[in-house]
């Protein structure tokens, strides 16, 4: 079965510096992995995607993701971090077992983000 | 398009009563998801409808939640009768199967409290 996993409850970072939130999967086949965040009291709001091609994807608001198939990961990461940026934050592997169509959900790391 | 729509918003109801949560989903698209969010138990998949037919609804916690889809625009999820423990935010979410690669839009959630 698929699924992926946040090693990471939360991610604390100061203004100004990278930031990396960590996500492994585990899938059969090729995978396809997402990433999510949620702003407080919000839904949840697609950031990027990772489908095939290039290893390195970028997405919204600065964000990009490496999809590393040897390590079976799929870490986000940003070069400069923003107070604004914090949120949880939500890897997804798509399963496509039988006639499923759904994506599967890690457990969130909340990235908190200081001045 | 106006995105995922659901409402209400925010349902304050007393144990016992009926409450039933609505979900419009982004036109054209084919698959439509329930999410409950909760602290303690994170994103959880209730059901998902493809082409407004129940596909999985496993995760539907017990016979007092059910879920309709009389048509291609519109959701219900309904509890009878709700408990306390069923308080949490309810998300609808949807996508199209035909295109695309699988990412889901959310809406904004229904924040319910149950007394």
């Known amino acids: 079965a698929q699924s992926v996993a946040q090693p990471e409850d939360q991610v604390n970072v100061a203004e100004g510096n990278p930031l990396t939130v960590k996500c492994t999967y585990s899938v059969s086949g090729n995978p396809y992995l997402f990433w999510y965040v949620q702003y407080p009291n919000r839904g949840l709001q697609f950031l990027l995607k990772y489908i095939t091609g290039d290893n390195l994807v970028k997405g919204s608001y600065g964000f990009e993701a490496e999809f590393n198939k040897s390590q079976t990961s799929f870490h986000l990461k940003k070069p400069s971090a923003l107070v604004s940026d914090s949120a949880l934050y939500f890897c997804?592997?798509?399963?496509?077992?039988?006639?499923?169509?759904?994506?599967?959900f890690g457990t969130g790391t909340l990235l908190a983000v200081q001045p | 398009d106006a995105g995922v729509i659901q409402s209400p918003r925010h349902e304050v109801t007393e144990m016992g009563q009926e409450v039933t949560l609505r979900c419009k989903p982004i036109s054209g698209h084919d698959y439509l998801f329930w999410y409950r969010q909760t602290m303690m138990r994170g994103l959880e998949l209730l059901i998902y409808f493809n082409n407004n037919v129940p596909i999985d609804d496993s995760g539907m916690p017990e016979d007092r939640f059910s879920a309709k889809m009389p048509n291609a625009s519109f959701s219900t999820l309904k509890i009878q009768p709700s408990e306390p423990r069923d308080s949490a935010v309810y998300f609808c979410?949807?996508?199209?199967?035909?295109?695309?690669?699988?990412?889901?839009?959310f809406g904004e959630g229904s924040r319910l409290t149950v007394l």
């Open positions: 997804a592997v798509r399963d496509w077992g039988g006639a499923t169509n759904k994506l599967i």
């Open positions: 979410a949807s996508s199209s199967g035909r295109q695309g690669t699988g990412e889901l839009f």
